[in-house]
């Protein structure tokens, strides 16, 4: 039985957690449909290959208009929503938007980054629940700088092959991100083997990057979801979450909420 007064303590410290064996099989094969539906059912931001390897099949998803009303009789049923809410200490919970991923073929690293410098949010309820539907080797796995959520929000990356750092806003805006791989052992890197039924939750201003993938597939899903606490927060350019209308009303300092995003408790 998980000890959620201490998971969530490990949350707020560390911004990342381990949940094992969380996922039953019958949220595992609901998980899997609403997936195959967004392999199916490309979105506006849908892409394939690019950065993650040359001419593979490889596939990119995320906040598919559609996807909610996919999605929402699995959210509504299954246990992260509740998760996210005991882990934060908060009541209430909503779902911002789904990602999914598909890697065919050997991919290089994902390289080290925070979501949070692309999402126009703050707040400490914010929580994302990374799924595999297969084993994932800790050595491919998702890797975190334990803790780093409390330090500086870095300017995000543009992925470039050469220099992983390259700041895609304005670097007077934000500091440029640190070489991690350059000196892995300064930081307090954790990681994780994986298997079906865990789940891998974590702020999204933690820095993490992936593993370079073997020829093997890896498909992944990441949902995420924010609570009351969290406010809009403008980034130095262009950002997420991309749902319509979302950054035309808000202002910094609003309570982050839009009707595209579904309540859940």
């Known amino acids: 039985m998980l000890d959620l007064s201490a998971l969530g303590q490990r949350f707020r410290e560390d911004g990342v957690i381990k949940l094992d064996a ?10 899997r449909a609403c997936y195959d539906w967004s392999l199916s059912h490309k979105g506006p931001h849908g892409k394939g290959g690019g950065w993650l390897n040359e001419g593979s099949d490889s596939f990119e998803d ?15 049923n ?16 909503w ?16 390289p080290w980054h925070q979501d949070s410098s692309y999402l126009a949010v703050d707040g400490e309820h ?19 700088v334990s803790g780093s959520h409390h330090g500086p929000l870095y300017n995000g990356s543009t992925f470039k092959i050469d220099d992983p750092t390259q700041p895609i806003y304005p670097e007077d805006e934000l500091p440029r ?15 994780w083997d994986v298997e079906p039924g865990d789940v891998l939750a974590f702020h999204p201003k933690v820095l993490h990057g992936g593993g370079a993938t ?4 890896r498909e992944t899903v990441s949902l995420r979801f924010f ?26 300092g609003d309570a982050f909420r839009h009707p595209a995003f579904l309540k859940l408790r």
């Open 177 to 191: 991100l640190p070489d991690i791989d350059r000196a892995p052992a300064d930081w307090d890197i954790v990681s």
């Open 95 to 110: 779902f911002m938007y789904e990602q999914v991923f598909r890697k065919t073929g050997a991919c290089r690293r994902t």
């Open 214 to 217: 073997t020829h093997a597939m």
């Open 78 to 93: 299954g246990p992260l929503a509740d998760l996210a809410a005991e882990l934060w200490g908060a009541e209430e919970t």
């Open 227 to 252: 609570g009351p606490d969290t406010i809009y927060a403008s980034r130095p350019g262009p950002c997420g979450p991309r749902i319509a209308g979302l950054h035309d009303r808000l202002n910094d």
């Open 126 to 144: 914010l929580i994302v629940f990374w799924i595999s539907f297969a084993a994932v080797p800790k050595a491919e796995a998702l890797e975190f």
């Open 22 to 31: 969380v996922l039953d099989q019958d949220f595992l094969d609901g998980a």
């Open 62 to 76: 995320k906040a598919n208009p559609d996807a909610p009303t996919v999605y929402e009789a699995l959210l509504r």
